[in-house]
């Protein structure tokens, strides 16, 4: 028997398995076949979304190259949800459920169906988390491979991106387009395959994935659309076919330095504050103690060096083009930033993986990316605060633009429904700080983005002089004073049920806090007479999501408790 299929060969080589042998004779295995690892190809692939209209025929390419290498590749597809199309909507309260429900899926697969190796072929936002924790939980050979960045939209001889859509909203709103611009504006922004152009969640996760290890060199800088996309699936056949030959697996991969990689690596580039999350959800995955500390521990001593959208004027497309993905984590190695002798899905450190690589050139015209003594901030864009409204923490995205510190009264509001109709309507003022409440994991439920409110406000002008705190989420995209992933949420009791119109919120970025300016005899007495409101859902997806989800400082994980 071969030792390299010794998962799949539970049911291909047990004579009291005949159903299961015949089922696989029935799809098309020979004999041969049948002493060959399987490899569990899943893609999240869908027709509805840029993000992932490309996916499956991404792996139909690798399960060509997986057969091709002496291995049996086997499709599986799992769920994904557009964020973009979602945000905003009730649509949206699916989206983190969903990086869980990937998670799920993709170990039952594995599992029920005794696959020796999984490539995991994914897009958007979740997808990829999801497949991370999958590939930890499974613990058997695995790679990640992302789908790639999207191309630039073009309009009036500037780029557009998802973000330019959301924006337009608010700019038509406040009288600065016409009807039509706005239009022309929305056809423009997305021109085909491919997630978000910007250092949104999907190219935050791509990149810090890649440098977590889990990824091959360039997966997450190269376009989707660039020729190059099809030619990595070569290479993935053969990394697969490597770890399954060597027993390499997730596990002997991932550690708490290597998880520090990818947050170095977020905090350079001015990645998402989903990241936060999803780091939290895979130390979880993988039994390592990693807090809200250690982020703030590497975000201290990570400079923030990428000029990328939302807060910047490049794309992902962009980095790419000034040497990809690599080039970067070279100059991070040789600073320092990096941990070069943490393992990855090559079988080689990530030192030996970038020995022959080119560091990113600051000789050439290139505005990209920024030396570390011209950094665009000395430490990371992620910052983790507490206070009376976040005793369990909060995370703010503070790019060095919006100031360190925003003082103003609060606007309260009870739903990112409510937001949005008091934004368009006048309601938020200069000085204000918006709150968006009942957002949270299990008060959304589900935990939706605030890219709509943050985007209005964007669009309206009051980016620069107003602040948005919730207990809810934040897209990639999302950019300004905005602080997010509040906890305790305001479903369960935290301070920030207790809000209202007029209190005085101080935003310290320099000294990590957000507070409410009231008395803690006040706090109390208005926490005694607040009432718990039932929960938005009483059955299905959400209600389970609500009653089994941790809080957003643990990741949002649903196999906690």
């Not at 996309?229 to 056949?237: C, I, M, P, Q």
């Not at 011209?374 to 206070?387: D, F, H, T, V």
């Not at 100031?403 to 309260?412: D, E, H, L, S, T």
Request: net charge neutral; aromatic share 6%.
């Amino acid at each position: 028997m071969n030792n390299l299929n010794k998962y799949s060969k539970i049911l291909t080589q047990d004579e009291t398995q005949p159903a299961a042998k015949a089922m696989l004779y029935a799809v098309g295995l020979t004999d041969q076949d049948m002493n060959k690892a399987q490899i569990g190809i899943a893609s999240t692939g869908f027709d509805g979304n840029p993000c992932n209209m490309h996916l499956n025929h991404i792996a139909a390419e690798i399960k060509g190259k997986v057969n091709q290498t002496g291995q049996v590749g086997l499709v599986f597809n799992t769920i994904g949800v557009s964020d973009g199309i979602s945000m905003g909507t009730p649509g949206m309260r699916y989206s983190l459920p969903s990086r869980d429900i990937i998670a799920d899926s993709m170990e039952v697969v594995m599992n029920a169906q005794a696959y020796d190796g999984l490539v995991a072929v994914v897009g958007c936002d979740k997808n990829m988390p999801g497949a991370i924790m999958a590939m930890l939980r499974l613990n058997r050979p695995s790679v990640m491979v992302y789908g790639g960045t999207i191309a630039s939209g073009k309009y009036k001889g500037r780029k557009l991106n998802i973000v330019s859509a959301f924006e337009a909203l608010g700019q038509k709103i406040s009288g600065q387009i016409d009807e039509q611009e706005f239009k022309e504006i929305i056809k423009a922004a997305i021109p085909g395959a491919g997630a978000c152009g910007g250092m949104y969640t999907a190219n935050t996760m791509a990149s810090s994935i890649e440098a977590m290890g889990f990824a091959l060199p360039y997966n997450s800088s190269i376009p989707a659309e660039n020729p190059h996309k099809e030619d990595e699936t070569e290479r993935v056949a053969q990394a697969i076919k490597n770890l399954i030959t060597r027993d390499l697996k997730p596990l002997d991969i991932i550690s708490k330095k290597s998880i520090e990689n990818a947050v170095a690596m977020v905090n350079a580039l001015g990645g998402s504050t989903n990241a936060v999350l999803h780091y939290l959800a895979i130390a979880h995955a993988a039994g390592i103690e990693f807090t809200l500390e250690d982020f703030q521990r590497v975000s201290d001593r990570t400079p923030l060096l990428a000029d990328l959208k939302p807060s910047g004027e490049y794309l992902m497309e962009d980095v790419h083009g000034v040497g990809g993905t690599p080039a970067v984590m070279k100059y991070l190695l040789e600073k320092g930033l990096l941990h070069g002798d943490c393992l990855t899905v090559t079988g080689k450190t990530l030192a030996e993986n970038l020995a022959s690589v080119k560091a990113i050139s600051f000789e050439a015209d290139q505005k990209v990316i920024h030396p570390v003594e011209n950094a665009l901030k000395s430490s990371g864009n992620l910052q983790i605060l507490y206070g009376n409204l976040a005793e369990g923490g909060a995370v703010a995205k503070i790019s060095g633009k919006e100031g360190n510190i925003f003082r103003g009264k609060a606007v309260v509001f009870n739903s990112e429904q409510e937001a949005n109709a008091g934004i368009g309507q006048g309601k938020v003022k200069e000085g204000n700080v918006v709150v968006i409440r009942y957002e949270g994991p299990k008060g959304g439920p589900g935990m939706p983005e605030m890219l709509k409110p943050t985007s209005m406000i964007m669009g309206a002008g009051l980016g620069k002089t107003v602040a948005l705190i919730t207990d809810g989420r934040f897209s990639g995209g999302t950019h300004g004073f905005v602080v997010g992933h509040i906890t305790p949420e305001a479903q369960t009791g935290g301070t920030l049920a207790i809000l209202e119109d007029g209190d005085i919120i101080v935003i310290d970025i320099q000294n990590k806090t957000i507070s409410v300016d009231l008395p803690e005899t006040e706090i109390v007495r208005r926490k005694q007479n607040w009432k718990q409101p039932p929960l938005k859902h009483q059955k299905g997806v959400l209600y389970k999501y609500a009653k089994t989800v941790a809080t957003a400082s643990e990741g949002c994980v649903t196999d906690k408790y």
